[in-house]
Nanobody
Framework: QVDLTESGGGLVEAGGSLTLSCTASGGEFSDYYIGWFYQGPGKEYEFVASIRRSGTATFYADSVKGRFTISRDNSRNMVYLQMTNLKPEDTAVYFC?????????????????????WGQGTQVTVSP
């Protein structure tokens, strides 16, 4: 298994920026694809962004395309979510999640069901 820890959340004004970090330990980091989700109002995990094991492909929710960028540094066991032009609607607890299933279709990376290991979350609050 892999242990994940998120950091970088905070309070920002609308239009501001934050970069979230996900630090992995306890596993071979390059074996895992990584996703960012936020906790929805119904306790569901809403997809934000994901990145393949190699980092050569990324996927984004339509609501964050052009504003958020996911990246990874396998040499550091780190994944980042750079968030710009933040909106109040982005306010949520953001979770880093990992999986190592043999996914192929891009849509597969957008489902919380494809992820087996989760961090504890980091709060992002965007004021109007």
């Amino acid at each position: 298994q892999v242990d994940l820890t998120e950091s970088g959340g905070g309070l920002v004004e609308a239009g501001g920026s934050l970069t979230l970090s996900c630090t992995a330990s306890g596993g071979e980091f390059s074996d895992y694809y990584i996703g960012w989700f936020y906790q929805g109002p119904g306790k569901e995990y809403e997809f934000v962004a994901s990145i393949r094991r190699s980092g050569t492909a990324t996927f984004y929710a339509d609501s964050v395309k052009g504003r958020f960028t996911i990246s990874r540094d396998n040499s550091r066991n780190m994944v980042y979510l750079q968030m710009t032009n933040l909106k109040p609607e982005d306010t949520a607890v953001y979770f880093c999640a990992a999986g190592r299933r043999p996914l192929q279709h891009p849509s597969s990376f957008k489902s919380f069901l494809a992820y087996d290991f989760w961090g504890q979350g980091t709060q992002v609050t965007v004021s109007p």
